[in-house]
């Protein structure tokens, strides 16, 4: 039958007992019920776990079963390390795995084969252990100093219950047997005030921490208002961020139906205008235009397609001087005469569209985007090469 021997390390229970979470009682207690109902090996069937979780319940303790298992790992890592086990073991206590935190304790108070603790829990108890019979009186609402008073007080009775009576007393010769019970009975009632002194230290430091617990979730709770509060204010404002978004685009748009209007208007004014002729100076005909370089081609004969200028790359072409018009429309000559893949246009697909946008070389100082459709050539722009300009 499994049997708490964990309990039999002093160090081991002194280190439940000063578990930061105030409830060491608790924890020994569950484990001493949870201990009864494993195998031999310290393992656990899954009825056995049905059992034990209701047997824990049953004493007014509230546990997972996944909190057994871990409970029970304790007791199965010392149960391997000493039956063939213990390089395994070893390993994870290098890594400082905390469920062999119970094997330390067990060979830091010299037990460290299987064979003493077999002894030591064959050996009967001077004192009862803090266990489960403890457990339900400090969980069903008794004041912890009256758990911590009522465990000792029950010891002294079981001691004087084990003094010699009265007529065995008389019997004796002399009084040495009296002697050395009185000397028994002061010994533990020093131990004994001595572990009920640091409980009552460790019950004053679990309710200081309960206290600084108390103002932690105070002020963490006053965080979560303010924060809360800050979230409405940041909703507000993103609303009227969104509102004055929604203003701009409106206002964007009227503008770009204003250029619209505006741009329609410039082309009917430069069609209507016409140029002032001397009289005495012949006008040159096209083929001559076209040779001065002055006047964009309206047709392309290698694709055999007109050319349709947009009104952007219009206006860049009307505000270049003669000499740049000149480059630019000797550049669409050799496009509509030899065709896009003139060695001196450089032409290449535009980066980052997926349009059809080609884009091609006028001398040194510029370069036009331009799209083959069924309308004809688009050209879409005109645009000066950066730092380059023709003097």
């Known amino acids: ?19 930061r979470g105030g409830n060491g009682m608790e924890i020994l207690g569950r484990r001493e019920i949870i201990v009864k109902h494993a195998n031999d090996d310290y393992t656990f069937s899954k009825a056995a776990v049905d059992d ?18 871990k409970d029970i790992e304790h007791y199965r890592i010392a149960y391997v390390y000493f039956h063939n086990g213990r390089e395994t073991i070893e390993k994870r206590m290098e890594k400082n795995d905390w469920v062999t935190n119970a094997l330390k304790y067990l060979l830091a108070d010299g037990f460290d084969c299987w064979e003493k603790i077999e002894a030591a829990l064959a ?85 200081r921490f309960l206290c600084e ?70 006008p040159l005909s096209l083929e001559e235009e076209l040779s001065e370089g002055t006047v964009l081609p309206e047709f392309c004969a290698y694709l055999n397609k007109p050319f349709i200028f947009s009104k952007k790359a219009v206006s860049f072409y009307d505000c270049l001087t003669d000499k740049e018009k000149r480059v630019v429309a000797r550049a669409f000559e050799n496009f509509s005469s030899v065709g896009p893949l003139y060695n001196g246009l450089y032409t290449k697909k535009a980066q980052r569209v997926n349009n059809g946008l080609m884009s091609s070389r006028a001398g040194r100082g510029f370069r036009f985007g331009w799209r083959d459709t069924a309308e004809g050539v688009i050209v879409d722009f005109i645009r000066r090469r950066e730092g380059m300009k023709i003097s």
């Open 52 to 69: 034990a979780l209701a047997a824990v319940d049953a004493a007014g303790i509230k546990i997972s079963s996944f909190t057994l298992k």
């Open 213 to 282: 617990k108390d103002a932690l979730i105070d002020e963490l709770r006053q965080d979560l208002e303010s924060s809360e509060q800050l979230m409405l204010i940041a909703e507000e404002e993103a609303d009227e961020l969104r509102e004055q978004l929604n203003s701009t685009r409106s206002e964007l748009k009227k503008l770009e139906e204003v250029r619209d209007i505006l741009a329609l208007i410039k082309d009917c004014t430069r069609n209507e205008v016409t140029p002032s002729v001397d009289p005495e100076i012949e």
């Open 123 to 207: 050996q009967p108890v001077e004192a009862p252990l803090i266990g489960a019979s403890e457990v339900p009186n400090a969980v069903s609402g008794a004041s912890s100093e009256d758990f911590v008073l009522e465990t000792p007080l029950e010891m002294m009775r079981s001691i004087f219950k084990s003094l010699p009576d009265e007529e065995t007393l008389l019997k004796e010769d002399d009084f040495d047997i009296l002697s050395d019970s009185f000397e028994k009975i002061r010994s533990m009632v020093y131990k004994r005030s001595v572990e009920i002194l640091t409980l009552k230290d460790d019950l004053q430091e679990n309710r």
């Open 1 to 19: 039958m499994a049997k708490d021997f964990l309990q039999l390390s002093r160090s081991y229970v002194s280190a439940i007992m000063n578990y």
